[in-house]
């Protein structure tokens, strides 16, 4: 499988050729179109649904894909597009006659209908033939498509829908009977959808662009047909929420998603869901703009949304992360947007945006369920999954919707509330509810074949799951009919054998096996005369005898369960194959039974001897039919048809009948002598193919030649002779070369053959598919002949008959009416041909007519099996679409009307008779390896009895070594030999003892498997049973005493215990709660408005950028900067600092409580005492009302159930440490005597035996005080408990199994417990030997001879004796002290711990009670929730309205203080005015009138026009407005004046000013205007709110009573909850006539512990009278004294502001505002002007400076130049002397030269010529330099180019 994330980008082809194909269908139509549907509009197209590639656009950017809406027939747009009247795609021009047709929109009518018999699918004729439509007609199915998705639907409470091959079923539930809807295509039925008011159905089809059909119910008519959807078929169908809109997705290739609005038959919208294949589509039921879709390995959502370019499906595909991808079957859309879907391995995964928020999985990350996840709904705020592991668990939504990751994983564990688990092999796909008021039943399809009716209540009453009905799942692999009735059976892979009642349409048994039944053929009448055998072949190779018989004919026993109809048992059992039977046949006499398999072989059973086999031959290929030869053949011979192209012809084998005396002596069954005939199909349907083309063209080539030879006459008879030549030249142009015949092709593979029959002796045909399909084959087989390889060997069939339509439809099965004039073939797309034959007509010569109907599933439904009844009546088909139809064959004769199969009677004796062994191991021996088994084994016998023989003579030989061992070693050792002297070899033990190291290797090897499965066994049971303990229960005894104290065996603690949750449910505040809460958030909000607004430290004007050296100028502007801002901080901190001061004194009034004011806190006291004060309310009062401080919920209860398991754990585990600390305590003190008693024995060595004092027993450890030493173990212990188990086997008599009891129940633990005693008293047993070394100098036994003794030593003696008396009384007494020390300790914590048993076995009650509450509080909670979600969101929305509505009297405040300013605003322009024209001013009056005049000003138009029209309008409405103005002015007053021109004499400055001030003034009005106006929307909008508020207060009113009411009834419940209290008779004080009464259940418990608080509580409350007189008293002195403060502070102020106002005239000679004088700071625009005046000024200078030294320069570049052209005229100079000169030289040589050389010469005219000329440029020059210098000297002067002198 592909990433997902690589996919969904390319269209298919199928996506142009759909396109392509579509377009000239719908040129020339013209449908009608849908009307508006809520926000959707529809306006009509240009084109009628016409889509191409270029329209479709997939787009994916990381995580999303847009798929744009396609060209259609309809533009969809919104209601702010709809002005526009375009369209989204216009793809070919409509002439004008269409385009008005198509303006006028036609609306199907609700009341239109479709004909039914149009529309469904009819069977295929031939043409010109006498075959009746109705030859079959469909009678009953047994079975429905039960994988296919979704393929269960309920219409009502009673009738039931789903798909069957081509047909759809409706199953009436109570009467069972079935209704068919054909398919209207006749290419199946994809899936169907019902409408969420049952009142429709969609029936989406499958085929070439099928259709999908809406069908009204219960009249079942068609009423829309939706076309062009898809290319080959539909996957999923899906109705939104309100039933208006339809979504359906596609099959392979295209995969198309259509949105249709079905009742006007038009597609919304449509793109393309994914590139991989798409399983289901959903509408969110909470938003028909969200869709979901699913499929193979992704998840996508959709979004319907509007653009600028109309409605379009936004594709969201759903990203794994780091979860692995996975296929989506089943999901769900939660309300909130989030959607849960299922996985392949179980879990449960939450998606929100696109992404995996969590996954989640069971406790300990188990599954959710075990495998894939098939559907998940959401069904009265629970969860439910339906899982392929036959499960449906119902979980918490709120946890599931709440969930969220922990950690990185992102998993999360939740447990299901309910689970069901409906029974075994079930594999659920879909859950559909039943309407059942009052019950919760839901019918459950089943991919095993069954369909489920479930309750989910999960209440006591509970019913258990119920199969209504059951039938095969998978393809039918076998079906036979009864010979003598209307008896039907059917095997599976399913593993079961049914037998059918087709004629009553009932299932009658069916029977259930360990493997799945691949064959099955009923037994022959000649064999059992009652037809009640039946032979069925299975996967594994085995064979059944199956006997049917009827047991009501038995004899009726008490207490039998309900009678069937039928029974089928068990009658005999043999495996003949290794692999799944293929064929079973009977011969015609019924003396042989043949089976074929899969591993190539057919064996024969001789029926008359038991089924006793006879033997079995092999085949060149798996066999797939076997048939015997008719009564008509001479020989009985068996056809039997390979896979591979082989097909066989074996004889009758022969039975002999001393076959029981050689049976034994035979080693295998197999026969080897038989005669085979062999035909290998070689393929000819490329000969065929050749031999028609040929036949074709030479047809084609005799009607050319007609047609020239007409041509020719025709020709002559007009022209002559050159028609002749004309004739021959068409010839010539006409001639044509000829296309080569096609090639001959043999397929390299030989084909299958699927089917075939007997047509005569040695004659057959067959049915071959994938190449060779298309034809029948008619072949012989050639004769026998011994030595030919059949491997070899190529046949070709010597006729065929062409099959019309069957090139990739092959014929799959075949079957004949008894009278061999019907042929029905079973087609490979699941319909049935029927084909009309002449009598007797073997060789098909007749075969030309048929009559055909689609019937199975066309993709996968292949018809395997076909038969007719015995009498031809029915005709049964069996499919591998898991379907059985039975159909009424057409007859002249007139039927019954009710006929009933008839079951076979029970066999005399038969429910008695044992049921024979079944083989149920599918690796049994066959038939032919238990012989060869049996073979083996009695070889094996042999070769063992000889090697017995060999080991007895090995024992005497090693007997006879052994001796003369015992010999060697009595001779003296110097004649004795060695022990390697008897080794004959080295080598050989050396390689013996290799040999055993490897068996041992080996036997380890061999036994790992054991091992590891032990240790995980082991290593299962600790984790199950020891790792969940805390600690083991250890029983301390006392040492004298037979006290015992044991600790307590804990758990870990439970879920309670560990339980984390809030200390507070989710509840609502109460109203005193949350007027404090809000005071709180007002005095902070206060707090955060009064801080100080910090000032911004940046500049009002930018700083320019800096450079370094500053220079003088940057230095002022930064100075000039500096200074500002000073002065502009300075004035903007006086004005924060008056803001904060006015602010304080604003919160400082409001702060000011009214007159009337009282504290919340007080009036809620008071409120309380009212209701409370003086009653002590019972829980038990029908009024009692719960403090919202007490109310409880399942969540604080299991944390008070977590509490009180902690509590009484934490005590558990002190109690256990003690008690451990105890068994230390008499571990230390066993080891202290051990000491003592060591030393003890060491002082009696020295005594005499008479003083010895009984030494006292040291006390042991018992097993019971250290458990967790039972597990521990060494090899020792093991092979010692081996002995006794093996012991205990053995001895039977009482007495020994007494004595091995006794030692097997202490055996085990003394040895560990001895070892135990060892391991703790190792460390004592060392101290007692250090003490006994150190305590007493002991005098030792010496070896010399004894001296008598000297009264020194005498005396010595004594007073040792009278020591170790002394120490032996002291260590005796020191052991009793220990053990009566350690006796005392034990006791005083046993007492302690019977008193911590009561304490625990109260806790206990209390935890049952506690645990009670939650599990009632569960049942209450989900209600309780919903009423509490409703409180909180009324409270919400009350004080969301109550915010708004502080918010609107604010704004309103708001704006009546701009109207006030706005006011002030008008009278400060009128004031100004008045100033401004001065005293005895003459035009004050008209000045004033001109200011005061009315005028309606005219506003600006938004739309564009051109400059002449909106000057032209601004003028007529300027004269409008000024006739209007005049008018209004002469209707007020009489005189009337020209405003528009200043009067003579008047000042125009004035003039202009009142102008200006007119326009200020309507301005003003205008925002007057529309304030008030805002006020006024305001004042109708705080008027809504208000009545909106008291709605929702009485609205939350009524929910808190609904709550507190539910509360009640709650807490009730409660109260009803038995709770165990212990009392002591001195408690109860409730007596009559001085008893205590039987009954107490009036009485009422009450601890002595709140009677006390009670009356200490009105002592307190007589105390809490006298201080509140006494501060009472003191507040009204309080008050007193403040008001005469008040007083005297008036006066202080009073005073203080006269005093200020004498200040500020003497000062400023007025009364001024000290708040505007603070702020007084400079004018910000002046001091910015300023800068960027001085700023200017800098850059100008700089300017000035750069370009003098421009000028500078350019001066010295002149002077440059200059120097430089001087220095030219200096040369020019010195070379003119020069010439002078030489002219002066030249002359006079010329003078003194003769006469001949006295003229000039030519030569020295030219050159002088020359010389003049250059004189003359160069003067040029020069007067051309001295005019560019003049210029250069002279600012912006032009600069010409210099003269160039002329070119030769």
Same mark, same amino acid.
């Given at each position: 499988?592909?990433?997902?994330?690589?996919?969904?980008?390319?269209?298919?082809?199928?996506?142009?050729?759909?396109?392509?194909?579509?377009?000239?269908?719908?040129?020339?139509?013209?449908?009608?179109?849908?009307?508006?549907?809520?926000?959707?509009?529809?306006?009509?197209?240009?084109?009628?649904?016409?889509?191409?590639?270029?329209?479709?656009?997939?787009?994916?950017?990381?995580?999303?894909?847009?798929?744009?809406?396609?060209?259609?027939?309809?533009?969809?747009?919104?209601?702010?597009?709809?002005?526009?009247?375009?369209?989204?795609?216009?793809?070919?021009?409509?002439?004008?006659?269409?385009?008005?047709?198509? /303006?006028?929109?036609?609306?199907?009518?609700?009341?239109?209908?479709?004909?039914?018999?149009?529309?469904?699918?009819?069977?295929?004729?031939?043409?010109?033939?006498?075959?009746?439509?109705?030859?079959?007609?469909?009678?009953?199915?047994?079975?429905?498509?039960?994988?296919?998705?979704?393929?269960?639907?309920?219409?009502?409470?009673?009738?039931?829908?789903?798909?069957?091959?081509?047909?759809?079923?409706?199953?009436?539930?109570?009467?069972?009977?079935?209704?068919?809807?054909?398919?209207?295509?006749?290419?199946?039925?994809?899936?169907?959808?019902?409408?969420?008011?049952?009142?429709?159905?969609?029936?989406?089809?499958?085929?070439?662009?099928?259709?999908?059909?809406?069908?009204?119910?219960?009249?079942?008519?068609?009423?829309?047909?939706?076309?062009?959807?898809?290319?080959?078929?539909?996957?999923?169908?899906?109705?939104?929420?309100?039933?208006?809109?339809?979504?359906?997705?596609?099959?392979?290739?295209?995969?198309?998603?259509?949105?249709?609005?079905?009742?006007?038959?038009?597609?919304?919208?449509?793109?393309?869901?994914?590139?991989?294949?798409?399983?289901?589509?959903?509408?969110?039921?909470?938003?028909?703009?969200?869709?979901?879709?699913?499929?193979?390995?992704?998840?996508?959502?959709?979004?319907?949304?509007?653009?600028?370019?109309?409605?379009?499906?936004?594709?969201?595909?759903?990203?794994?992360?780091?979860?692995?991808?996975?296929?989506?079957?089943?999901?769900?859309?939660?309300?909130?947007?989030?959607?849960?879907?299922?996985?392949?391995?179980?879990?449960?995964?939450?998606?929100?945006?696109?992404?995996?928020?969590?996954?989640?999985?069971?406790?300990?990350?188990?599954?959710?369920?075990?495998?894939?996840?098939?559907?998940?709904?959401?069904?009265?705020?629970?969860?439910?999954?339906?899982?392929?592991?036959?499960?449906?668990?119902?979980?918490?939504?709120?946890?599931?919707?709440?969930?969220?990751?922990?950690?990185?994983?992102?998993?999360?564990?939740?447990?299901?509330?309910?689970?069901?688990?409906?029974?075994?092999?079930?594999?659920?796909?879909?859950?559909? *509810?039943?309407?059942?008021?009052?019950?919760?039943?839901?019918?459950?399809?089943?991919?095993?074949?069954?369909?489920?009716?479930?309750?989910?209540?999960?209440?006591?009453?509970?019913?258990?799951?119920?199969?209504?009905?059951?039938?095969?799942?998978?393809?039918?692999?076998?079906?036979?009919?009864?010979?003598?009735?209307?008896?039907?059976?059917?095997?599976?892979?399913?593993?079961?054998?049914?037998?059918?009642?087709?004629?009553?349409?009932?299932?009658?048994?069916?029977?259930?096996?360990?493997?799945?039944?691949?064959?099955?053929?009923?037994?022959?009448?000649?064999?059992?005369?009652?037809?009640?055998?039946?032979?069925?072949?299975?996967?594994?190779?085995?064979?059944?005898?199956?006997?049917?018989?009827?047991?009501?004919?038995?004899?009726?026993?008490?207490?039998?369960?309900?009678?069937?109809?039928?029974?089928?048992?068990?009658?005999?059992?043999?495996?003949?194959?290794?692999?799944?039977?293929?064929?079973?046949?009977?011969?015609?006499?019924?003396?042989?039974?043949?089976?074929?398999?899969?591993?190539?072989?057919?064996?024969?059973?001789?029926?008359?001897?038991?089924?006793?086999?006879?033997?079995?031959?092999?085949?060149?290929?798996?066999?797939?039919?076997?048939?015997?030869?008719?009564?008509?053949?001479?020989?009985?011979?068996?056809?039997?048809?390979?896979?591979?192209?082989?097909?066989?012809?074996?004889?009758?084998?022969?039975?002999?009948?001393?076959?029981?005396?050689?049976?034994?002596?035979?080693?295998?069954?197999?026969?080897?002598?038989?005669?085979?005939?062999?035909?290998?199909?070689?393929?000819?349907?490329?000969?065929?193919?050749?031999?028609?083309?040929?036949?074709?063209?030479?047809?084609?080539?005799?009607?050319?030649?007609?047609?020239?030879?007409?041509?020719?006459?025709?020709?002559?008879?007009?022209?002559?002779?050159?028609?002749?030549?004309?004739?021959?030249?068409?010839?010539?142009?006409?001639?044509?070369?000829?296309?080569?015949?096609?090639?001959?092709?043999?397929?390299?593979?030989?084909?299958?053959?699927?089917?075939?029959?007997?047509?005569?002796?040695?004659?057959?045909?067959?049915?071959?598919?994938?190449?060779?399909?298309?034809?029948?084959?008619?072949?012989?087989?050639?004769?026998?002949?011994?030595?030919?390889?059949?491997?070899?060997?190529?046949?070709?069939?010597?006729?065929?008959?062409?099959?019309?339509?069957?090139?990739?439809?092959?014929?799959?099965?075949?079957?004949?009416?008894?009278?061999?004039?019907?042929?029905?073939?079973?087609?490979?797309?699941?319909?049935?041909?029927?084909?009309?034959?002449?009598?007797?007509?073997?060789?098909?010569?007749?075969?030309?007519?048929?009559?055909?109907?689609?019937?199975?599933?066309?993709?996968?439904?292949?018809?395997?099996?076909?038969?007719?009844?015995?009498?031809?009546?029915?005709?049964?088909?069996?499919?591998?679409?898991?379907?059985?139809?039975?159909?009424?064959?057409?007859?002249?004769?007139?039927?019954?009307?009710?006929?009933?199969?008839?079951?076979?009677?029970?066999?005399?004796?038969?429910?008695?008779?044992?049921?024979?062994?079944?083989?149920?191991?599918?690796?049994?021996?066959?038939?032919?390896?238990?012989?060869?088994?049996?073979?083996?084994?009695?070889?094996?016998?042999?070769?063992?009895?000889?090697?017995?023989?060999?080991?007895?003579?090995?024992?005497?030989?090693?007997?006879?070594?052994?001796?003369?061992?015992?010999?060697?070693?009595?001779?003296? *050792?110097?004649?004795?030999?060695?022990?390697?002297?008897?080794?004959?070899?080295?080598?050989?033990?050396?390689?013996?003892?290799?040999?055993?190291?490897?068996?041992?290797?080996?036997?380890?090897?061999?036994?790992?498997?054991?091992?590891?499965?032990?240790?995980?066994?082991?290593?299962?049971?600790?984790?199950?049973?020891?790792?969940?303990?805390?600690?083991?229960?250890?029983?301390?005894?006392?040492?004298?005493?037979?006290?015992?104290?044991?600790?307590?065996?804990?758990?870990?603690?439970?879920?309670?215990?560990?339980?984390?949750?809030?200390?507070?449910?989710?509840?609502?505040?109460?109203?005193?709660?949350?007027?404090?809460?809000?005071?709180?958030?007002?005095?902070?909000?206060?707090?955060?408005?009064?801080?100080?607004?910090?000032?911004?430290?940046?500049?009002?004007?930018?700083?320019?950028?800096?450079?370094?050296?500053?220079?003088?100028?940057?230095?002022?502007?930064?100075?000039?900067?500096?200074?500002?801002?000073?002065?502009?901080?300075?004035?903007?901190?006086?004005?924060?600092?008056?803001?904060?001061?006015?602010?304080?004194?604003?919160?400082?009034?409001?702060?000011?409580?009214?007159?009337?004011?009282?504290?919340?806190?007080?009036?809620?006291?008071?409120?309380?005492?009212?209701?409370?004060?003086?009653?002590?309310?019972?829980?038990?009062?029908?009024?009692?009302?719960?403090?919202?401080?007490?109310?409880?919920?399942?969540?604080?209860?299991?944390?008070?159930?977590?509490?009180?398991?902690?509590?009484?754990?934490?005590?558990?585990?002190?109690?256990?440490?003690?008690?451990?600390?105890?068994?230390?305590?008499?571990?230390?003190?066993?080891?202290?005597?051990?000491?003592?008693?060591?030393?003890?024995?060491?002082?009696?060595?020295?005594?005499?035996?008479?003083?010895?004092?009984?030494?006292?027993?040291?006390?042991?450890?018992?097993?019971?005080?250290?458990?967790?030493?039972?597990?521990?173990?060494?090899?020792?212990?093991?092979?010692?408990?081996?002995?006794?188990?093996?012991?205990?086997?053995?001895?039977?008599?009482?007495?020994?199994?007494?004595?091995?009891?006794?030692?097997?129940?202490?055996?085990?633990?003394?040895?560990?417990?001895?070892?135990?005693?060892?391991?703790?008293?190792?460390?004592?047993?060392?101290?007692?030997?250090?003490?006994?070394?150190?305590?007493?100098?002991?005098?030792?036994?010496?070896?010399?001879?004894?001296?008598?003794?000297?009264?020194?030593?005498?005396?010595?003696?004594?007073?040792?004796?009278?020591?170790?008396?002394?120490?032996?009384?002291?260590?005796?007494?020191?052991?009793?002290?220990?053990?009566?020390?350690?006796?005392?300790?034990?006791?005083?914590?046993?007492?302690?711990?019977? *008193?911590?048993?009561?304490?625990?076995?109260?806790?206990?009650?209390?935890?049952?009670?506690?645990?009670?509450?939650?599990?009632?509080?569960?049942?209450?909670?989900?209600?309780?929730?919903?009423?509490?979600?409703?409180?909180?969101?009324?409270?919400?929305?009350?004080?969301?309205?109550?915010?708004?509505?502080?918010?609107?009297?604010?704004?309103?405040?708001?704006?009546?203080?701009?109207?006030?300013?706005?006011?002030?605003?008008?009278?400060?322009?009128?004031?100004?005015?008045?100033?401004?024209?001065?005293?005895?001013?003459?035009?004050?009056?008209?000045?004033?009138?001109?200011?005061?005049?009315?005028?309606?000003?005219?506003?600006?138009?938004?739309?564009?026009?051109?400059?002449?029209?909106?000057?032209?309008?601004?003028?007529?409405?300027?004269?409008?407005?000024?006739?209007?103005?005049?008018?209004?002015?002469?209707?007020?007053?009489?005189?009337?004046?020209?405003?528009?021109?200043?009067?003579?004499?008047?000042?125009?400055?004035?003039?202009?000013?009142?102008?200006?001030?007119?326009?200020?003034?309507?301005?003003?009005?205008?925002?007057?205007?529309?304030?008030?106006?805002?006020?006024?929307?305001?004042? /109708?909008?705080?008027?809504?709110?208000?009545?909106?508020?008291?709605?929702?207060?009485?609205?939350?009113?009524?929910?808190?009573?609904?709550?507190?009411?539910?509360?009640?009834?709650?807490?009730?419940?409660?109260?009803?909850?038995?709770?165990?209290?212990?009392?002591?008779?001195?408690?109860?004080?409730?007596?009559?006539?001085?008893?205590?009464?039987?009954?107490?259940?009036?009485?009422?418990?009450?601890?002595?512990?709140?009677?006390?608080?009670?009356?200490?509580?009105?002592?307190?409350?007589?105390?809490?009278?006298?201080?509140?007189?006494?501060?009472?008293?003191?507040?009204?002195?309080?008050?007193?004294?403040?008001?005469?403060?008040?007083?005297?502070?008036?006066?202080?102020?009073?005073?203080?502001?006269?005093?200020?106002?004498?200040?500020?005239?003497?000062?400023?000679?007025?009364?001024?505002?000290?708040?505007?004088?603070?702020?007084?700071?400079?004018?910000?625009?002046?001091?910015?002007?300023?800068?960027?005046?001085?700023?200017?000024?800098?850059?100008?200078?700089?300017?000035?400076?750069?370009?003098?030294?421009?000028?500078?320069?350019?001066?010295?570049?002149?002077?440059?130049?200059?120097?430089?052209?001087?220095?030219?005229?200096?040369?020019?100079?010195?070379?003119?002397?020069?010439?002078?000169?030489?002219?002066?030289?030249?002359?006079?040589?010329?003078?003194?030269?003769?006469?001949?050389?006295?003229?000039?010469?030519?030569?020295?005219?030219?050159?002088?010529?020359?010389?003049?000329?250059?004189?003359?440029?160069?003067?040029?020059?020069?007067?051309?330099?001295?005019?560019?210098?003049?210029?250069?000297?002279?600012?912006?002067?032009?600069?010409?180019?210099?003269?160039?002198?002329?070119?030769?």
């Amino acid at each position: 499988m592909k990433d997902p994330e690589d996919q969904d980008t390319d269209e298919t082809k199928s996506d142009k050729s759909r396109s392509e194909r579509k377009t000239s269908q719908r040129s020339s139509r013209s449908e009608s179109r849908p009307t508006t549907r809520d926000d959707f509009i529809f306006s009509q197209d240009t084109t009628d649904d016409t889509f191409t590639e270029g329209e479709e656009s997939y787009s994916e950017d990381e995580d999303l894909d847009v798929e744009h809406l396609e060209g259609s027939s309809s533009s969809f747009q919104d209601d702010h597009l709809e002005s526009t009247g375009e369209s989204l795609h216009v793809e070919t021009p409509v002439p004008p006659a269409e385009e008005a047709e198509e /303006k006028v929109k036609k609306k199907i009518s609700d009341s239109f209908f479709y004909d039914y018999n149009e529309l469904a699918s009819r069977p295929f004729v031939t043409l010109d033939s006498n075959i009746p439509l109705h030859l079959l007609t469909l009678v009953h199915s047994f079975g429905y498509d039960c994988t296919k998705r979704a393929n269960l639907q309920l219409l009502d409470s009673s009738t039931l829908m789903y798909i069957a091959g081509n047909q759809l079923i409706l199953l009436d539930l109570k009467t069972k009977k079935q209704t068919y809807l054909r398919s209207s295509s006749g290419g199946g039925i994809g899936v169907v959808g019902v409408h969420p008011n049952k009142t429709h159905f969609a029936v989406a089809e499958k085929g070439s662009s099928p259709n999908i059909i809406i069908y009204e119910y219960p009249s079942l008519r068609p009423y829309r047909i939706l076309r062009d959807g898809t290319d080959l078929g539909y996957a999923y169908v899906d109705f939104n929420y309100n039933g208006t809109l339809l979504a359906s997705v596609g099959c392979s290739p295209d995969y198309t998603f259509t949105i249709w609005y079905w009742k006007e038959e038009q597609p919304i919208l449509r793109t393309k869901a994914f590139s991989q294949e798409v399983f289901k589509v959903t509408f969110n039921p909470e938003d028909d703009e969200q869709l979901t879709t699913s499929g193979s390995g992704h998840i996508k959502f959709w979004e319907m949304a509007v653009t600028f370019t109309g409605l379009k499906l936004q594709g969201y595909l759903g990203r794994f992360g780091k979860t692995a991808t996975t296929d989506v079957e089943g999901y769900v859309e939660l309300p909130d947007g989030q959607v849960l879907s299922g996985s392949e391995w179980g879990n449960m995964l939450l998606w929100e945006a696109g992404l995996i928020k969590v996954e989640l999985c069971r406790a300990a990350k188990k599954s959710c369920h075990h495998g894939p996840i098939n559907q998940i709904m959401l069904d009265e705020g629970e969860v439910i999954t339906v899982g392929s592991d036959g499960c449906v668990r119902i979980w918490d939504f709120e946890t599931i919707d709440t969930a969220d990751a922990i950690d990185d994983s992102g998993l999360v564990e939740i447990e299901p509330m309910n689970e069901l688990q409906v029974g075994k092999n079930v594999k659920l796909l879909s859950l559909i *509810k039943m309407d059942e008021p009052g019950n919760n039943f839901w019918l459950a399809q089943d991919a095993s074949g069954a369909i489920w009716k479930l309750d989910l209540s999960f209440s006591n009453i509970t019913q258990d799951p119920e199969c209504l009905f059951s039938f095969h799942s998978g393809p039918i692999q076998a079906m036979a009919v009864s010979p003598l009735t209307y008896l039907m059976a059917t095997t599976s892979l399913d593993c079961s054998v049914r037998i059918y009642d087709f004629a009553s349409k009932t299932v009658l048994t069916q029977i259930n096996f360990k493997q799945g039944g691949t064959a099955i053929t009923w037994v022959p009448q000649l064999v059992s005369y009652t037809g009640a055998q039946i032979i069925a072949g299975f996967e594994d190779g085995v064979v059944r005898l199956l006997e049917l018989y009827d047991p009501k004919e038995l004899a009726v026993f008490a207490g039998r369960k309900k009678i069937l109809d039928a029974e089928i048992q068990l009658k005999q059992v043999f495996k003949p194959h290794t692999a799944r039977i293929t064929a079973l046949a009977f011969e015609r006499d019924g003396e042989v039974l043949a089976t074929g398999s899969k591993d190539q072989t057919v064996f024969f059973f001789d029926v008359e001897k038991d089924y006793k086999p006879i033997g079995y031959i092999n085949t060149p290929g798996p066999v797939c039919q076997l048939m015997w030869s008719s009564a008509s053949h001479l020989e009985s011979t068996l056809l039997i048809i390979c896979e591979n192209g082989f097909v066989l012809e074996a004889p009758l084998p022969p039975i002999s009948e001393d076959e029981e005396d050689l049976d034994h002596d035979v080693v295998s069954y197999e026969i080897k002598d038989m005669n085979l005939k062999c035909f290998h199909f070689t393929s000819v349907k490329s000969k065929i193919l050749r031999l028609i083309e040929i036949e074709k063209r030479k047809k084609q080539m005799e009607l050319k030649e007609k047609e020239r030879e007409k041509r020719r006459k025709q020709l002559i008879e007009e022209l002559g002779e050159e028609g002749e030549k004309i004739f021959q030249e068409e010839q010539a142009e006409v001639e044509e070369e000829e296309e080569p015949l096609p090639e001959i092709f043999i397929p390299p593979t030989p084909c299958q053959i699927l089917c075939g029959f007997y047509s005569g002796p040695q004659k057959f045909w067959v049915s071959l598919g994938g190449y060779d399909a298309g034809f029948l084959y008619h072949c012989e087989f050639p004769p026998f002949d011994k030595n030919r390889d059949i491997t070899e060997q190529k046949d070709e069939p010597f006729d065929f008959r062409f099959l019309e339509g069957t090139e990739d439809n092959p014929i799959q099965s075949i079957t004949f009416s008894l009278n061999r004039i019907m042929m029905f073939c079973g087609m490979e797309n699941g319909a049935i041909r029927v084909y009309i034959l002449s009598q007797n007509d073997f060789s098909l010569t007749s075969m030309e007519e048929y009559w055909q109907f689609s019937m199975h599933d066309n993709d996968y439904g292949h018809i395997k099996n076909i038969s007719t009844s015995f009498d031809d009546r029915f005709l049964v088909t069996g499919g591998a679409d898991s379907n059985i139809f039975v159909f009424n064959i057409f007859s002249e004769l007139a039927l019954e009307k009710e006929i009933k199969a008839k079951v076979p009677l029970p066999r005399f004796g038969i429910e008695t008779e044992a049921i024979p062994q079944d083989i149920e191991d599918p690796k049994a021996y066959s038939i032919e390896n238990a012989r060869k088994k049996r073979e083996h084994d009695k070889l094996m016998k042999e070769v063992e009895k000889i090697k017995a023989e060999k080991r007895e003579k090995l024992k005497a030989l090693r007997n006879e070594f052994l001796k003369l061992l015992e010999m060697n070693k009595e001779l003296p *050792k110097h004649m004795q030999l060695k022990r390697t002297d008897f080794d004959i070899d080295s080598k050989i033990r050396a390689e013996i003892n290799r040999k055993t190291a490897y068996k041992i290797q080996q036997v380890e090897k061999e036994l790992a498997w054991e091992k590891e499965k032990c240790h995980l066994g082991l290593r299962k049971l600790q984790s199950r049973f020891r790792d969940s303990l805390e600690s083991d229960a250890i029983v301390v005894h006392a040492i004298q005493s037979s006290h015992k104290i044991t600790s307590y065996r804990l758990v870990k603690p439970s879920k309670y215990s560990m339980f984390r949750g809030t200390s507070q449910s989710d509840r609502r505040l109460s109203k005193l709660e949350r007027l404090e809460k809000e005071g709180v958030g007002k005095k902070e909000s206060q707090k955060d408005t009064g801080t100080i607004v910090s000032v911004p430290e940046e500049s009002i004007i930018e700083k320019g950028k800096k450079f370094r050296p500053k220079t003088l100028s940057e230095i002022m502007v930064e100075n000039q900067i500096e200074k500002t801002r000073k002065v502009i901080l300075k004035a903007e901190r006086a004005q924060q600092k008056i803001l904060q001061r006015k602010k304080e004194w604003e919160e400082l009034y409001k702060s000011k409580p009214d007159d009337d004011y009282e504290d919340p806190k007080d009036v809620q006291a008071i409120k309380e005492a009212q209701m409370h004060m003086g009653d002590f309310n019972l829980k038990t009062a029908p009024d009692y009302k719960i403090p919202e401080h007490m109310r409880i919920n399942a969540a604080k209860k299991e944390e008070e159930l977590g509490i009180l398991d902690t509590l009484a754990h934490g005590k558990k585990m002190h109690m256990n440490k003690c008690i451990l600390s105890l068994r230390d305590l008499k571990v230390a003190v066993i080891e202290e005597i051990q000491c003592l008693v060591q030393e003890l024995k060491n002082i009696q060595s020295t005594l005499h035996v008479s003083k010895h004092i009984p030494i006292p027993q040291i006390p042991q450890i018992h097993p019971e005080e250290v458990p967790e030493k039972r597990f521990q173990y060494d090899e020792e212990t093991l092979l010692a408990f081996n002995r006794q188990k093996m012991k205990a086997q053995d001895e039977t008599s009482p007495q020994v199994e007494q004595i091995e009891s006794g030692g097997t129940s202490g055996g085990f633990l003394r040895i560990s417990s001895g070892k135990d005693v060892d391991l703790t008293t190792r460390d004592s047993l060392s101290r007692s030997s250090r003490a006994s070394t150190y305590s007493l100098d002991l005098p030792r036994l010496s070896e010399f001879e004894k001296t008598e003794l000297t009264d020194t030593e005498l005396e010595i003696m004594k007073r040792d004796e009278i020591k170790h008396l002394h120490m032996q009384q002291y260590l005796t007494n020191r052991i009793k002290e220990l053990i009566v020390t350690f006796d005392a300790e034990l006791r005083i914590l046993r007492h302690q711990k019977l *008193k911590l048993d009561t304490q625990m076995k109260l806790s206990d009650l209390h935890h049952v009670t506690l645990f009670q509450e939650m599990l009632l509080l569960k049942n209450f909670e989900k209600q309780e929730n919903i009423l509490q979600e409703r409180v909180n969101s009324l409270d919400k929305e009350e004080q969301d309205m109550q915010w708004k509505i502080s918010e609107t009297l604010t704004e309103m405040e708001e704006k009546k203080n701009e109207v006030t300013k706005l006011q002030e605003q008008e009278k400060a322009l009128y004031a100004g005015f008045q100033a401004a024209l001065g005293e005895n001013n003459k035009f004050a009056n008209f000045l004033m009138k001109v200011l005061k005049k009315k005028m309606k000003r005219v506003k600006k138009k938004e739309i564009e026009g051109d400059l002449d029209e909106e000057e032209d309008s601004d003028e007529s409405s300027e004269d409008e407005s000024s006739l209007e103005s005049d008018e209004d002015e002469s209707g007020s007053e009489d005189e009337v004046f020209d405003d528009s021109i200043c009067p003579t004499n008047c000042d125009a400055s004035l003039f202009e000013l009142a102008l200006q001030l007119r326009e200020k003034r309507l301005d003003i009005e205008e925002a007057l205007v529309e304030e008030k106006k805002l006020i006024d929307n305001l004042k /109708k909008e705080y008027d809504t709110l208000s009545k909106k508020v008291k709605v929702v207060a009485n609205n939350l009113n009524t929910a808190e009573g609904a709550l507190e009411a539910y509360q009640r009834e709650k807490q009730q419940r409660l109260n009803e909850l038995l709770v165990v209290i212990p009392l002591k008779l001195h408690q109860i004080e409730y007596v009559v006539f001085g008893e205590i009464p039987g009954d107490l259940s009036g009485t009422l418990v009450f601890s002595n512990r709140s009677l006390g608080r009670l009356q200490e509580r009105i002592l307190q409350l007589h105390q809490e009278n006298v201080q509140q007189q006494k501060l009472n008293k003191e507040c009204r002195e309080r008050r007193k004294m403040l008001i005469r403060e008040k007083r005297e502070m008036t006066k202080t102020i009073h005073k203080m502001e006269e005093t200020v106002r004498q200040l500020m005239i003497r000062k400023f000679g007025r009364v001024i505002d000290l708040e505007a004088l603070q702020t007084l700071s400079v004018n910000t625009t002046l001091e910015e002007l300023k800068i960027k005046k001085l700023r200017k000024e800098l850059s100008n200078a700089k300017e000035m400076k750069m370009w003098e030294e421009k000028i500078a320069q350019m001066r010295w570049e002149l002077m440059m130049k200059t120097k430089e052209h001087t220095k030219k005229l200096h040369q020019m100079n010195d070379l003119c002397i020069e010439k002078k000169k030489l002219d002066s030289r030249l002359n006079t040589l010329q003078n003194q030269q003769g006469n001949a050389f006295q003229g000039p010469r030519k030569a020295d005219i030219v050159a002088k010529e020359k010389v003049t000329e250059l004189i003359q440029v160069q003067a040029e020059r020069i007067l051309a330099l001295k005019e560019e210098i003049a210029l250069l000297r002279k600012k912006g002067g032009l600069i010409l180019p210099p003269i160039h002198p002329p070119q030769e």
